[in-house]
């Protein structure tokens, strides 16, 4: 039996190393079969604290559509003529 991690995810603590801005914590998630990084930065609001959430693609645009067409790898993106 497989394991489905289809809409999954893990956050682990995260070493700021002296920058406040980076996130308290990074991890990934898996939504429709495309893999996201995922920061979360704890906050404190009227109701208490909270976690402020970022999800970003881990592969860009021109990278997803390479592998899901199956392009040459030295395909630039643009056209020849």
């Known amino acids: 039996m497989s394991y489905d991690n289809e809409k999954s995810g893990v956050l682990f603590k995260n ?3 002296g920058n406040e801005k980076r996130p308290d914590y ?6 429709e079969g495309v ?8 906050k404190e609001g009227k109701n208490g604290k909270f976690m402020s959430l970022k999800a970003g693609p881990k592969k860009t645009a021109l990278e997803a559509y390479k ?6 790898s030295n395909f630039e993106g643009s056209i020849p003529f």
């Open 15 to 17: 070493d700021k190393e």
């Open 26 to 31: 990074k991890g990934s998630i898996q939504i």
């Open 35 to 42: 893999e996201y990084w995922l920061s979360a930065w704890v």
């Open 67 to 72: 592998q899901a067409d199956n392009l040459p």
